[in-house]
């Protein structure tokens, strides 16, 4: 499964799968890839000032949805594995990403990894609780 099947089949990020298809994103991640996806969880959207979602899946709000998600995508696979303390990361609108080790924890910015290394056929899934906001 690629990353959205792999997405809508876990059933923790359907927010995130409704934001990705009103941003027009679905055909670019199911493309070929690969691609790391730092995967707010359903948790993560709720969390968020209420009515924003709402909000930022309405036709005239798309390039700035399309700024958010892709700011959470990074080009190539990166595992855990891979990650270190201080690494940056350049993600997919072209801002960075900043990565902590704390505690065992893995941080990306504010969000922590909740689950890490979710393999896909094109690509890696990282589950965070925080949605990434570019600055």
Known sequence: MNIVQTAIAN???????????AAE???????????????PVDAAFAALPEGTVATLILPENKEKLQSILTYHVVAGKVLSSDLSDGMEATTVNGAS????????????????????DVLTDNGVVHAINTVLIPA
């Open 97 to 116: 990403l900043t990565i902590r080790l704390e505690d065992g924890k893995v941080f990306v910015n504010d969000a922590e990894v909740v689950i890490a």
């Open 25 to 39: 994103l679905v055909d670019t991640l199911n493309g070929e890839g690969p691609f790391t996806v730092f995967a």
């Open 11 to 21: 059933g923790s990020f359907e927010t995130l799968v409704a934001a990705v298809t």
